[in-house]
């Protein structure tokens, strides 16, 4: 079955501080993979997308990387922001088809 | 949020009740797609549509129905079949590939919908 996996469920961090967020998926055929932030009660906006072949791609203070023999993906946020705070969606694509993580709560704290 | 409306952003329907969500897009892309996102879950796709006159269910289609009349607009039919319609609802868009419609997917800022 293909699943999209993510954690931790939810983190507080303070202004200031880095973190990073998991992404662990068993969806196959693999085509490519997507973070995207969503703002509480807005839609989605993606952050980054990477193939196959691609290890690691930045954002801003954002960074991705995937270990497709592994099947894992981590987003890196770095000096994070009091507008960090959203939920962070990690998203694959397999056979024209997207399969969606249920997303990790992130709070800044000031 | 991009070129992608949605309204309204909040909607209250009585049981029995059918509503029709908006989805409006200026991107000029062809592929359209609603989602259903619940708490603590991943969105799930209702119906998607890669040319006008033309849709196909998703995943959870049971309940929902959608018109694609123009490039610009996919409006949403919530019907009375639907048990359990209260969610936050998210239309998206992109272009469309040739092979399908993995492009990136650009999101309206959803409607929130209530069964009293």
């Known amino acids: ?110 | 949020d991009g070129g992608i409306t949605q309204s309204p952003k909040y909607l209250f329907r009585k049981e029995g009740q059918n509503v029709t969500l908006s989805c409006e897009q200026n991107l000029n892309h062809d592929a359209m797609y609603w989602y259903r996102q619940d708490p603590g879950q991943g969105l799930r796709l209702i119906y998607y549509s890669q040319i006008v006159n033309d849709f196909q269910k998703g995943d959870i289609a049971e309940g929902y129905s959608v018109s694609r009349e123009k490039k610009e607009s996919f409006p949403l039919t919530v019907t009375s079949a639907q048990k359990n319609p209260t969610a936050f609802y998210l239309c998206a868009s992109s272009t469309r590939t040739s092979g399908g419609v993995t492009d990136t997917q650009y999101f309206g800022p959803g409607t929130r919908l209530t069964v009293l």
Request: aromatic content about 8%.
């Open chain 1, 1 to 110: 079955k293909n699943q999209v996996e993510q954690s931790p469920q939810s983190l507080i961090i303070l202004e200031g501080k880095n973190c990073t967020l998991q992404c662990n998926y068993t969806v196959s055929p693999f085509s490519n993979l997507r973070w995207y932030k969503q703002d509480t009660g807005r839609g989605p906006v993606s952050l980054t997308i990477m193939t196959f072949s691609e290890n690691t791609k930045s954002n801003g203070r954002y960074t991705a990387t995937l270990d497709a023999d592994t099947k894992q993906s981590s987003l890196h946020i770095t000096a994070s922001q009091l507008s960090d705070s959203a939920s962070y969606i990690c998203v694959v694509t397999t056979e024209n088809k997207l399969v969606f993580g249920a997303g990790t709560i992130l709070r800044v704290k000031s």
